[in-house]
C-alpha cells in the first residue's frame, strides 16, 4: 500500500505469502478468492496448487452465476402474464421468497464447505455436474429456450466434461488431498494426475463456443428481459435470507453456508 501524500509504502497481507522453499504449499486453511466461482478441483483438493484450467472454469462460475440471478431457469420462481392476447412466464419475485430448492442447488453448487483435517474443502457438486457435461440449472427466455447464455454454458460444461473425465480423484486425492500431509506420494500417483487432460487446456478450447456465439446475431438478440436479482429475497432452508449469508468475508460465508444444513 502507498500514502499518497508521503510516498512511504508498505507490504501488507503477510498471512498469505509463502516460503521461497515451498512455493506450492497452501498457507491458508481455505482457499483465498471467491468460493462460489472457484473450480471444482481447488475446492476439493486443499493442497493443489492453480493451473490455467482453473481460471479458465472459473469463466463458466461466473457467467453460470449471473445468469442463475438475472434469467429465467429452471430452478426460478414465476408465474403466467397475458398481455395483448399472448402469454408469457415472467419472474415472481413473492414466490421466490419460498423458493427452497433454488436455495438448496445454489447452497450446494456454491457455497457448501466442511473442514477435513486442516482445511475447508468443497465443490463436489461442481465436479459432479463437470463431469456429466451437463448444467446444474436449464436457462429459458419468455420467447425461447436458447439463446447466448444456454449455448455458452452448455457448451462449456461439455469441454469441461472431456477433460473431467481423465481425472482420478483416489490419485488427486493421494498428491493434493489432505492426506498428502501424512503418506507419501509415489511416482505411480504423480503419473497417473499428469494423464489429466485438464492441465492441457488453453484459452483456446473456451474460444470455440464463444466465437460461434458471436457469429449468430440471433444470439445476441437482447430483447430477452432481465429478471430482478433473484439472490434478495431468495431463503435459506431455515429461513434466514441467502443474501445475508452469502455476501461478506468469505471465511464467513463458507462457515454459516456449511453449519446451516
Same mark, same amino acid.
Given at each position: 500500500?502507498?500514502?499518497?501524500?508521503?510516498?512511504?509504502?508498505?507490504?501488507?497481507?503477510?498471512?498469505?505469502?509463502?516460503?521461497?522453499?515451498?512455493?506450492?504449499?497452501?498457507?491458508?486453511?481455505?482457499?483465498?478468492?471467491?468460493?462460489?466461482?472457484?473450480?471444482?478441483?481447488?475446492?476439493?483438493?486443499?493442497?493443489?496448487?492453480?493451473?490455467?484450467?482453473?481460471?479458465?472454469?472459473?469463466?463458466?462460475?461466473?457467467?453460470?452465476?449471473?445468469?442463475?440471478?438475472?434469467?429465467?431457469?429452471?430452478?426460478?420462481?414465476?408465474?403466467?402474464?397475458?398481455?395483448?392476447?399472448?402469454?408469457?412466464?415472467?419472474?415472481?419475485?413473492?414466490?421466490?421468497?419460498?423458493?427452497?430448492?433454488?436455495?438448496?442447488?445454489?447452497?450446494?453448487?456454491?457455497?457448501?464447505?466442511?473442514?477435513?483435517?486442516?482445511?475447508?474443502?468443497?465443490?463436489?457438486?461442481?465436479?459432479?455436474?463437470?463431469?456429466?457435461?451437463?448444467?446444474?440449472?436449464?436457462?429459458?427466455?419468455?420467447?425461447?429456450?436458447?439463446?447466448?447464455?444456454?449455448?455458452?454454458?452448455?457448451?462449456?460444461?461439455?469441454?469441461? #466434461?472431456?477433460?473431467?473425465? @481423465? $481425472?482420478?480423484? !483416489? =490419485?488427486? &486425492?493421494? *498428491?493434493? /488431498?489432505?492426506?498428502?500431509?501424512?503418506?507419501?506420494?509415489?511416482?505411480?500417483?504423480?503419473? #497417473?494426475?499428469?494423464?489429466? @487432460? $485438464?492441465?492441457? !487446456? =488453453?484459452? &483456446?478450447? *473456451?474460444? /470455440?463456443?464463444?466465437?460461434?456465439?458471436?457469429?449468430?446475431?440471433?444470439?445476441?438478440?437482447? #430483447?430477452?428481459?432481465?429478471?430482478?436479482?433473484?439472490?434478495? =429475497?431468495?431463503?435459506?432452508?431455515? /429461513?434466514?435470507?441467502?443474501?445475508?449469508?452469502?455476501?461478506?468475508?468469505?471465511?464467513?460465508?463458507?462457515?454459516?453456508?456449511?453449519?446451516?444444513?
Amino acid at each position: 500500500m502507498i500514502n499518497a501524500e508521503t510516498g512511504k509504502s508498505f507490504l501488507n497481507d503477510w498471512d498469505f505469502a509463502k516460503l521461497v522453499e515451498n512455493p506450492g504449499e497452501a498457507t491458508a486453511s481455505d482457499r483465498s478468492g471467491t468460493w462460489p466461482y472457484m473450480s471444482a478441483t481447488l475446492l476439493m483438493f486443499p493442497l493443489k496448487p492453480n493451473h490455467l484450467f482453473d481460471d479458465l472454469e472459473s469463466f463458466l462460475h461466473v457467467l453460470q452465476m449471473l445468469g442463475m440471478r438475472f434469467h429465467l431457469h429452471s430452478h426460478s420462481s414465476t408465474k403466467m402474464v397475458t398481455s395483448g392476447g399472448r402469454s408469457s412466464k415472467v419472474y415472481n419475485a413473492v414466490a421466490n421468497a419460498k423458493n427452497t430448492r433454488f436455495a438448496t442447488v445454489l447452497r450446494s453448487l456454491c457455497f457448501l464447505a466442511h473442514k477435513w483435517g486442516q482445511n475447508f474443502v468443497g465443490g463436489q457438486e461442481k465436479y459432479l455436474y463437470l463431469s456429466l457435461g451437463e448444467p446444474p440449472v436449464l436457462f429459458s427466455g419468455p420467447s425461447r429456450p436458447s439463446g447466448a447464455l444456454p449455448t455458452l454454458v452448455s457448451e462449456w460444461h461439455k469441454l469441461f #466434461s472431456q477433460h473431467y473425465g @481423465t $481425472l482420478e480423484r !483416489m =490419485t488427486w &486425492e493421494a *498428491l493434493w /488431498g489432505e492426506l498428502h500431509r501424512e503418506v507419501p506420494v509415489s511416482q505411480s500417483v504423480r503419473d #497417473s494426475v499428469a494423464k489429466c @487432460t $485438464l492441465s492441457k !487446456m =488453453t484459452h &483456446e478450447d *473456451l474460444d /470455440g463456443p464463444w466465437r460461434a456465439v458471436l457469429g449468430d446475431e440471433a444470439f445476441l438478440d437482447s #430483447s430477452e428481459p432481465k429478471t430482478e436479482d433473484q439472490l434478495e =429475497t431468495l431463503p435459506l432452508p431455515d /429461513g434466514t435470507p441467502f443474501m445475508k449469508v452469502s455476501t461478506g468475508s468469505k471465511k464467513r460465508s463458507v462457515i454459516s453456508m456449511s453449519s446451516s444444513g
